[in-house]
Each structure stands twice: as C-alpha cells, then as structure tokens.
C-alpha cells in the first residue's frame, strides 16, 4: 500500500489551501483515512480523520476551520485548510488505518505547509 499527498505549500495568514492524499495497493475496504501533522519540535498529533462510513474526527484547534472528505471510490482523502494561522505551520502526514485481526497503519511521505506572510 502506497499514499501519495499533494497540495502543501506558503500561504498567507487567513488563506486557505486543500490537501489530496491518495492511497494505492491492496485496501481493506473498510478504514480511516486521515490527517495528523508534526510542527518543528513537536510531536506528531491528529489533525482530522474520516471513516469509509463517514464518521469523523476533528482536533479541537481545527474544528470550524478545516474539512476533512473523501472520495472511496478512489481511495482519496482531502483536507480543506481554510483561515489558516502561523501555528498551523507543519508537515503534514496523510494515514491509512483499518483492522483486519491486526491494525494495518499506513503514513504517505508528508506535504509541508507553512503559513506566514
């Protein structure tokens, strides 16, 4: 299995950007896919996931702000970014997880973001 993210980049306080992350190679078909990002000298934490029932997930300094979606067919999650702010600043990772007697974790290569003006 293979995750491919695109759509990092400089954007402006109070900008918006959009996330594509997409997943390739044997999928169970029921899974979370997701976001988590890692900004300089932190941890990695969640950003927002969303199950292939529709459920989601929002880290608390995101709600209102970003939209986690996803396309099934295509195994292909997004993320739009909108009123971004200078903390939002990190890598971000796309993840693939589901549970099939064992957990099945998958992380794609991370797409920086970086807001400032």
């Known amino acids: 299995v293979q995750l491919q993210a695109s759509g990092g980049g400089l954007v402006q306080p109070g900008g918006s950007l959009r996330l594509s992350c997409a997943a390739s190679g044997n999928i169970f078909s029921i899974n979370a896919m997701g976001w988590y990002r890692q900004a300089p000298g932190k941890e990695r934490e969640l950003v927002a996931t969303m199950t292939s029932a529709g459920t989601t997930n929002y880290a608390d300094s995101v709600k209102g702000r970003f939209t986690v979606s996803r396309d099934n067919a295509k195994n292909t999650v997004f993320l739009q970014m909108n009123s971004l702010k200078a903390d939002d600043t990190a890598v971000y990772y796309c993840?693939?997880?589901?549970?099939?007697?064992?957990?099945?974790?998958?992380w794609g290569q991370g797409t920086l973001v970086t807001v400032s003006s």
């Open positions: 993840r693939l997880h589901w549970v099939a007697g064992y957990d099945f974790v998958y």
